[in-house]
């Protein structure tokens, strides 16, 4: 590992696997290298879409040792921290948007024995996560606006990639810096030059002929452009 840069993860967004079959999913992207398994949670409330639940993901649990990251779209995440922790998620992600909740949210997760995830969304100011960011275990850049696989990269959210590095370089944290939505070989790239450590993609890898092959190109392209 290159010396002060976090050791990289690569995590599939089974959202873009093929839905028929989760179970075949997931050892797929076992297979393939992968690190983590990214899960995105959406109430159709918080973003105006659907996705799965607790049941889901304690049904695809025994199938895989891979990190389970479970980032949730959703207006009262409080009632589903506690699903997801038993169901086997390993990392909570909940949203700097939801304001003076954040706090205590935070420390429910902790209080559920998980790693810690806070997301922010393309239009928030990456000021909105100052306050936490000695709290947290990893922060989710959003870089399209959630909801929906197979969007657009928006390239205006490299900045906050970047403070969120220098601040954890000026106070030397730990928290992982991720990027979820858009991410593909380029699009990686750009956000490791800038600080980006945790790679969440859905369409440029699951939708690929072979998972393995992009998750291997993912990698040794993220490892050229960490500095
Ligand atoms: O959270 C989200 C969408 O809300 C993401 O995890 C996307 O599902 C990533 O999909 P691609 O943009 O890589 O297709």
Redesign the pocket.
């Known amino acids: 590992m290159k010396s002060n840069i976090a050791e990289m993860m690569i995590a599939p967004?089974l959202?873009?696997s093929n839905q028929s079959c989760f179970g075949q999913e997931v050892e797929r992207a076992e297979r393939s290298g992968a690190d983590w398994l990214?899960l995105?949670i959406?109430d159709g409330h918080f973003?105006p879409?659907l996705s799965f639940g607790p049941q889901v993901v304690k049904a695809i649990r025994p199938l895989t040792n891979l990190f389970f990251d479970a980032?949730l779209?959703c207006s009262q995440p409080e009632l589903l921290l506690e699903p997801f922790a038993k169901a086997g998620a390993d990392e909570i992600i909940v949203h700097v948007e939801l304001g003076e909740q954040v706090q205590c949210l935070i420390h429910k997760i902790k209080s559920l024995g998980k790693k810690v995830g806070l997301a922010i969304n393309p239009p928030t100011a990456i000021a909105a996560v100052q306050p936490f960011i000695e709290q947290i275990d990893l922060l989710l850049v959003?870089t399209?606006n959630?909801?929906?696989?197979?969007?657009e990269f928006i390239s205006e959210c490299l900045p906050k990639i970047q403070q969120a590095q220098a601040w954890r370089r000026e106070k030397a944290l730990s928290y992982r810096i991720s990027v979820?939505?858009?991410?593909n070989d380029q699009t990686a790239a750009e956000c490791a030059h800038v600080g980006a450590d945790t790679f969440?993609?859905?369409?440029?890898?699951f939708g690929a002929p072979s998972l393995k092959t992009v998750v291997q190109k993912m990698r040794q392209i993220v490892n050229e452009n960490q500095h």
């Open positions: 967004s959202l873009a990214h995105d959406m973003v879409n980032h779209m959003m399209v959630p909801g929906f696989g197979g969007q979820d939505g858009g991410i969440v993609a859905g369409t440029s890898l």
